[in-house]
């Protein structure tokens, strides 16, 4: 599976932004979509998830109520929607497949990885 992932960009503190992340292969719909995030000099982040058929989300605290993950399997692409966006959601935004049974709450659980794409929130 490759993962291609786009959309960021500069946004003002406030804004909204939607990255998307496209996947290669047919087994799409058989793969956990998550979001990681890292910000400069700082550890990769988990953002959230989204199981299989889309049915389930889970975030994490830090944007809960903000950002909302969904896919559409038909299109082989996972979107994260990003709103009332703050100066420290700047980060790297990283899209992840997980293929197994877990919490998929940590990067090792993830098999496969896109590029990433920079998001800057300025105040």
């Known amino acids: 599976v490759q993962l291609q992932a786009s959309g960021g960009g500069p946004v003002q503190a406030g804004g909204s932004l939607r990255l998307s992340c496209t996947a290669s292969?047919?087994?799409?719909?058989?793969?956990?979509m998550g979001w990681f995030r890292q910000a400069p000099g700082k550890e990769r982040e988990f953002v959230g998830y989204?199981?299989?058929?889309?049915?389930?989300?889970y975030y994490a605290d830090s944007v809960k109520g903000r950002f909302t993950i969904s896919r559409d399997n038909a299109k082989n692409t996972v979107y994260l929607q990003m709103s009332s966006l703050k100066p420290e959601d700047t980060a790297v935004y990283y899209c992840a497949a997980a293929g197994g049974v877990g919490r998929w709450s940590f990067a090792d659980e993830y098999d496969y990885w896109g590029q990433g794409t920079l998001v800057t929130v300025s105040s």
């Open positions: 989204v199981i299989y058929s889309g049915g389930s989300t």
């Open positions: 292969g047919r087994t799409f719909n058989t793969y956990v």
